[in-house]
Structures are given as structure tokens and as C-alpha cells.
């Protein structure tokens, strides 16, 4: 049975990010090893997979309502990021990620093939947004959906952006590739080629500890607003129906 699954059955309900979950970011960043990580497994337990579990339960029915095919189960490398990174091919040798992720994508595909919304938690800062990369196979959805889709209705995304001021509101980034390396390049892509060009795509906004809000349950309010905001984005870039223009009309 799955870590994430075991000890959080009683369905906690999200009460917001409050200082314990920064400071936990802080101190791995600092002591990123096995020891302390196992010294402190109950810190990490109850001040993050407890607090993205009553995030996920908070939240099931909202985003179930913009699509009911997104994924709600609350698994690892599903809805939720692994904790333990991959080392076998990295320079860098730390055992685990400081940072930690809740994602909603469509369940019928893996989510790196997918576009998703997500909420994100680090020593520094809560990020609530959308993004969507090339996976690892051509199957995904910003190969399959996006770039065609750009061929055909690049005016709509022209369009919403203008409309919802993600230039203003939001701090976006994207990816393209130059010379085998991935270059990140801050704001939207300026033109079509561009857009065609990208390998990734981050639309997010940042919330600082500070935030007046976060350490509440009424941040979940803001994250509803963000992800109603951006959930045209990944209609766009990601559902595959040709009635995506139809089911914009809620948002429009």
C-alpha cells in the first residue's frame, strides 16, 4: 500500500500552507540527506503529504467540475509528486526534491503527457498554475493537441491571453531547446513560431509566505479563481474532442 495512502485515510481537510510547511523546504534544502530525512519522515508526513492530501480532498469536487475526467485519486506520480528524486543520471546527488506538487490532468493519460493544473510548494514560495511539456513520447498533448491546434485557432489563444492579461497577471515562463539543452526564456512566446517552438510551458502565480491569506482554508478560494481562470488554456492545449470551442462557452 502506497506511503501516501496509509496514514491519511480519516480525509483532512486543507486549512491552508502555514509556516511549519515552508520551514520544513528550508531545513531539507539545508540537510538534504537520508539521516535527517528519516529523523524528520513524521515532519514530512504530517506537514505535507497531510496538508496536499486535504488540499486534494478540498478541491475534488471543484475540479471535477471542470472536467470529470481529471485525475482525483491522490496517488504518487499521479496526482502527487515523488519526494525521492531520480539521481542515476544527475550531477547532482541529492536524494530528495525540495519542493512538492499536486496535479490535476486527464487520468486516461500519464500525467507528463498531459497539460495540468497544479499547485506547488516550496521553502520559498506556493505556486498555483498551469503547464504542459513534450513527454517522453509523441503522444502527448502538446504534440498531438497544441501545436496543430496552434495551426488552425492560433487567433483564440491570441485571443484569451489578451482577454485574462496573463502577460500581467500571471508570471509565465517557457522552454525551447538550443543545442541539446533546454533554455528557459521568462514571459510567453511573442509570435506562432515561437509558440511551435516551445518544448514546455509554465502559466503560474507566486504566493509568498506573507501571503494574507495562505495559512487558511480561504486560500483554497484563491486557488479555485486561478485554476477557473487558466482551465481554458488547457482545454486548448490539451482536450482532444473537437468540441473544445463548446466547451469554452462556460468561460468564455
Not at 506511503?3 to 491519511?8: A, R, V, W
Not at 519522515?41 to 475526467?69: A, C, H, Q, W
Not at 482577454?163 to 506562432?192: C, F, T
Amino acid at each position: 500500500m502506497s506511503s501516501t495512502h496509509s496514514k491519511f485515510d480519516a480525509r483532512p481537510k486543507f486549512q491552508g500552507f502555514d509556516k511549519d510547511c515552508f520551514q520544513f523546504f528550508r531545513d531539507l534544502s539545508k540537510h538534504n540527506n537520508k539521516d535527517w530525512f528519516d529523523k524528520n519522515r513524521r515532519r514530512y508526513e504530517m506537514k505535507i503529504l497531510g496538508t496536499f492530501r486535504g488540499l486534494l480532498e478540498s478541491l475534488r469536487s471543484f475540479v471535477l467540475s471542470l472536467n470529470p475526467d481529471f485525475e482525483v485519486a491522490g496517488k504518487t506520480n499521479g496526482n502527487f509528486s515523488r519526494i525521492n528524486r531520480d539521481v542515476r543520471f544527475s550531477k547532482d546527488k541529492s536524494p530528495y526534491h525540495a519542493n512538492f506538487y499536486c496535479y490535476f490532468f486527464n487520468k486516461k493519460l500519464k500525467r507528463q503527457d498531459d497539460g495540468r493544473l497544479y499547485v506547488g510548494l516550496s521553502g520559498e514560495h506556493v505556486t498555483v498554475g498551469f503547464s504542459i511539456y513534450a513527454g517522453k513520447s509523441q503522444g502527448g498533448s502538446l504534440a498531438q493537441v497544441f501545436k496543430p491546434r496552434l495551426e488552425r485557432d492560433h487567433a483564440f489563444l491570441g485571443h484569451y491571453l489578451k482577454k485574462r492579461a496573463i502577460a500581467k497577471n500571471y508570471d509565465p515562463y517557457w522552454y525551447r531547446s538550443e543545442k541539446r539543452d533546454w533554455v528557459q526564456i521568462n514571459g510567453i512566446p511573442e509570435n506562432l513560431v515561437e509558440w511551435q517552438r516551445a518544448g514546455g510551458i509554465v502559466i503560474r502565480k507566486i504566493f509568498s509566505p506573507g501571503f494574507k491569506t495562505l495559512g487558511s482554508p480561504v486560500f483554497l478560494k484563491e486557488i479555485q479563481s486561478t485554476f477557473t481562470d487558466l482551465y481554458p488554456l488547457y482545454l486548448f492545449t490539451s482536450v482532444r474532442s473537437d468540441d473544445w470551442p463548446g466547451l469554452l462557452k462556460k468561460y468564455s
